[in-house]
């Protein structure tokens, strides 16, 4: 009788302390992973000198167009749905019919697989603009503004997320908005998990953020989109022949295009990418 008191006393001893270590144990794992996680959510970190290093120079060339028709995809002067190095885009990858350069595409559909494996959706609402497109989101919004404002501020107010016609990147085929316009968007819930997937994955593919937050960097002209995203073996291409073959001479053929060179559409605004982007 005795024997068998002190083996349950035994027995219910060790299961006690046991018990408590594993619930302290499991507290503590719990308490790390409330503190870190959000964390890495939010910062979403990313190593710029890598990237930079990486996404042009770990890709192979891709074909150029010679520098007559470069030059109508840099000022967005020519039909992409008749263009050789564009096609348009699967209705499952996007929300409205649209064109991309096919080496852009191509990489956007390897990296929308990866995503969807993930569990993560990515779907291109804007894609290739041209010009005549692009002028008619510019003097849209140039002809409300400029009943209320000056027109510096006008066309300042526009440029804050809009291109002026032959300045935007989405004539280049290699760009393109994914998921939402809203920052806010990309702040919580579905849209963060997007947003991290692809500050994390985006690079393998050769996708960078063109325009990230001015705050933690030196770069200039538009605010930060979270939502678009570039084809940088070809875009840094296009970018170093933008420098090369284009100046304000050419910025022209649409409302308030006499102040581009006063508001610095090439330097601050063509130019003011992210540097892990070039
Ligand atoms: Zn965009």
């Given amino acids: 009788m ?6 349950l006393f035994l027995l ?7 018990y408590f270590a594993l619930t302290t144990y499991s507290e503590k794992i719990y308490q790390n992973t409330l503190l870190s996680s959000p964390k890495k959510m939010v910062e979403a970190p990313i190593n710029k000198e890598t990237v930079s290093d990486s996404i042009a120079q770990s890709f192979p060339k891709p074909n150029f167009p010679n520098d007559s028709l470069l030059i109508n995809h840099l000022l967005g002067k020519f039909d992409y749905s008749k263009d050789s190095f564009f096609t348009s885009v699967a209705t499952e990858h996007c929300s409205k019919p649209m064109y991309l350069q096919k080496e852009t595409y191509k990489k956007f559909k390897e990296m929308y697989a990866a995503a969807k ?4 959706s990515l779907k291109i609402i804007s894609g ?10 510019w003097e849209r919004k140039w002809n409300t503004n400029i009943k209320t404002m000056d027109s510096l501020k006008a066309a300042k107010t526009i440029l804050l997320y809009s291109s002026m016609p032959t300045t935007s990147r989405h004539h280049w085929g290699t760009d393109m908005d ?4 809203e920052n806010s968007y990309f702040a919580s819930g579905q849209g963060l998990k997007e947003y991290t997937w692809l500050k ?6 050769g996708f960078c953020q063109v325009y990230t937050d001015k705050k933690n960097s030196d770069r200039t002209g538009y605010e930060m989109e979270k939502w678009h995203w570039s084809y940088i073996p070809i875009s840094s291409h296009y970018l170093k022949k933008y420098e090369e073959l284009i100046t304000y001479k050419q910025v022209k053929g649409f409302q308030a295009s006499e102040l ?3 508001l610095k559409s090439i330097e ?6 992210d540097k892990s982007c070039h």
């Fill in 117 to 120: 494996k993930d569990g993560v």
């Fill in 200 to 205: 994390k994955n985006a690079a393998k593919f």
């Fill in 178 to 181: 994914i998921n939402s316009l």
């Fill in 268 to 273: 601050d605004y063509v130019n003011g990418i």
């Fill in 260 to 262: 581009a060179p006063k």
């Fill in 128 to 137: 290739t603009r041209n010009f005549n497109e692009q002028k008619s989101i």
């Fill in 2 to 7: 005795k024997k068998t008191t002190v083996f």
């Fill in 12 to 18: 219910s001893s060790i299961f006690l302390v046991g």
